[in-house]
């Protein structure tokens, strides 16, 4: 069973910086996209930034130029970089993989358990 392991999440003053990684658990076939969502209480799943496999990146307007997406794609691991965070960021973060897990299985979609992302005004 593959697992994303996600860390780096936490309570950070507006203005600060914090950095997200999310690594899968043991070796697989191949990873396709990888990307960041975000759910803040009483609001629905968004997307926040993907990244494909060759290093193409897209960003929700509200972070654009705040939050750098990346990939390692040798440790199957994904990043957010999150700078100049603000309280409207506040939310947990979420990050999914489309995974090839087995040589005998499809790509299937795989989600971490979610990092609590604060930030304080």
């Known amino acids: 069973q593959v697992h994303l392991v996600e860390s780096g999440g936490g309570l950070v003053q507006a203005g600060g910086s914090l950095r997200l990684s999310c690594a899968a658990s043991?070796?697989?076939?191949?990873?396709?996209?990888m990307g960041w969502y975000r759910q803040a209480p009483g609001n629905q799943r968004e997307l926040v930034a993907f990244?494909?496999?060759?290093?193409?990146?897209n960003y929700l307007d509200s972070v654009k130029g705040r939050f750098t997406i990346s990939r390692d794609n040798a440790k199957n691991t994904v990043y957010l970089q999150m700078n100049s965070l603000k309280p409207e960021d506040t939310a947990v973060y979420y990050c999914?993989?489309?995974?090839?897990?087995?040589?005998?299985?499809?790509?299937?979609?795989?989600w971490g358990q979610g990092t609590q992302v604060t930030v304080s005004s």
């Open positions: 043991r070796s697989v076939i191949n990873i396709r996209n």
């Open positions: 999914n993989a489309e995974v090839k897990a087995q040589l005998w299985k499809g790509m299937d979609d795989y």
């Open positions: 990244i494909t496999p060759g290093g193409s990146t």
